[in-house]
């Protein structure tokens, strides 16, 4: 475990609603990196914690990001479905950002 507390060296941020809410989950992210790797674990208020494979892969005109959504055990098919368009429409978010 290093100073802050982090046994994996992770930057963590905790996550809240746009109406200042109490932080809901919390994201550890890996390390940063000149790989691309942007992994993180969510922290769910459940405590269920999931790993999230992302990358971001350069190629001659950009970047492109690779988000991997994994269905969780015992989740429904709307469950799931609801997952991927959070996804979706964070991803069409930082285009969106990443474009401006």
């Given at each position: 475990?290093?100073?802050?507390?982090?046994?994996?060296?992770?930057?963590?941020?905790?996550?809240?609603?746009?109406?200042?809410?109490?932080?809901?989950?919390?994201?550890?992210?890996?390390?940063?990196?000149?790989?691309?790797?942007?992994?993180?674990?969510?922290?769910?208020?459940?405590g269920?914690?999931?790993?999230?494979?992302?990358?971001?892969?350069?190629?001659?005109?950009?970047?492109?990001?690779?988000?991997?959504?994994?269905?969780?055990p015992?989740?429904t098919?709307?469950?799931?479905?609801?997952?991927?368009?959070?996804?979706?429409?964070?991803?069409?978010?930082?285009?969106?950002?990443l474009?401006?």
């Amino acid at each position: 475990m290093n100073d802050s507390g982090d046994r994996f060296g992770l930057a963590r941020s905790r996550l809240s609603s746009r109406r200042g809410a109490a932080p809901r989950e919390m994201i550890a992210f890996a390390a940063r990196n000149d790989l691309g790797v942007l992994d993180h674990y969510l922290t769910l208020n459940s405590g269920e914690v999931i790993y999230v494979p992302m990358r971001v892969i350069a190629d001659e005109s950009g970047s492109e990001v690779v988000f991997t959504v994994r269905r969780r055990p015992g989740m429904t098919d709307d469950e799931f479905k609801a997952d991927g368009d959070a996804v979706a429409a964070d991803l069409a978010r930082l285009k969106r950002v990443l474009e401006q």
